[in-house]
């Protein structure tokens, strides 16, 4: 079993920063790509940043500039610094991983439980 846990939301002004992460745990033989999706209410979950194992991220227009991913292969871990918040990045952030078990002949997406980011004006 594989789990990703989420932490570091909660409120901000706009113009503040926030840190999230997200800690893999389980029976884990190897983590590819990484990633942080988000979902603001009526909206769909879209991507927002995306880091591979060997370190090359990829940012979602909007946060570019503003949000950097950044991960810890050795302590299966991604975090997500976030600066300059605008209202517009309240929502609920998922960390995600293509995560391969052990005897497992291919990797899986897995989804943390989600955390909540609000940003007031």
């Known amino acids: 079993q594989v789990r990703l846990v989420e932490s570091g939301g909660g409120l901000a002004q706009s113009g503040g920063s926030l840190r999230l992460s997200c800690e893999a745990s389980?029976?884990?033989?190897?983590?590819?790509?990484m990633a942080w999706y988000r979902q603001a209410p009526g909206n769909q979950r879209g991507l927002v940043a995306r880091?591979?194992?060997?370190?090359?991220?990829y940012y979602a227009d909007s946060v570019k500039g503003r949000f950097t991913i950044s991960r810890d292969n050795s302590e299966k871990m991604v975090s997500l610094q976030m600066n300059y918040l605008i209202p517009e990045d309240t929502a609920v952030y998922y960390c995600?991983?293509?995560?391969?078990?052990?005897?497992?002949?291919?990797?899986?997406?897995?989804w943390g439980q989600g955390t909540q980011v609000t940003v007031t004006s």
């Open positions: 389980g029976t884990i033989d190897s983590i590819g790509d």
């Open positions: 880091i591979t194992a060997g370190g090359s991220d």
């Open positions: 995600y991983g293509d995560i391969r078990t052990w005897g497992s002949a291919m990797s899986q997406d897995h």
